[in-house]
């Protein structure tokens, strides 16, 4: 069983750049056919897919968010992140890391995501 635990801080200042991290365990992340992506949920609204990374290491963004995000991994912890820079009030959301085979926005395995509130 896939299991996906995110990390990082809770609070983070305007204008900062916000960094999560997503343990992940029961499988590799440079396992075939896996994409890795990050969701949001802002209060109220709908989730976001943010982007992905593929087993192979590719990364895609949504084209909104493409300016400011960064997914990166590191295989030896089993482990990828999110970098989302210049942030503002619009970001906070809870954050969620997710996995799926079927394609970039398949979010079968979910973590229980990470609540990120942008204040000063």
């Known amino acids: 069983q896939v299991q996906l635990q995110e990390s990082g801080p809770g609070l983070v200042k305007p204008s900062q750049t916000l960094s999560l991290t997503c343990t992940v365990s029961?499988?590799?992340?440079?396992?075939?056919?896996?994409?890795w992506s990050w969701i949001r949920q802002p209060p109220g609204k709908g989730r976001e897919w943010m982007g992905a990374?593929?087993?192979?290491?590719?990364?895609y963004y949504r084209s909104s968010l493409k300016s400011r995000t960064s997914i990166s991994r590191d295989t030896s912890k089993n482990q990828f992140t999110l970098q989302l820079s210049s942030v503002t009030p619009e970001d906070a959301a809870v954050y969620y890391c997710?996995?799926?085979?079927?394609?970039?926005?398949?979010?079968?395995?979910r973590g229980q995501g990470t609540r990120v509130t942008v204040s000063s």
């Open positions: 997710a996995a799926g085979t079927t394609s970039l926005y398949d979010d079968t395995h």
């Open positions: 990374i593929s087993s192979s290491g590719s990364t």
């Open positions: 029961g499988a590799s992340i440079t396992a075939n056919n896996y994409y």
